[in-house]
């Protein structure tokens, strides 16, 4: 990150973008819950101070959105 000045990002992996796609609503929920337990592992824990990775939450419907959220 010194070599482009910056001192914090924010990462956006696309690796998320295809779990929202999985028809079954609970597959679907634990294949995002297994991304964001390892995008923790991988990048938050160790690196959270200069890189952090947002968690996917699934948004099919409201009641599923806020059970992720909860």
Known sequence: ??????DYCILYP???LILNTIKDAETRRVA?????DMHADLYNKELGYRIHVPAMVSMHTPAE?????A
């Open 1 to 6: 990150l010194e070599d482009f000045g910056l």
């Open 14 to 16: 696309t690796l998320g």
């Open 32 to 36: 995002m819950r297994a991304l964001n």
């Open 65 to 69: 959105a806020i059970e992720a959220l």
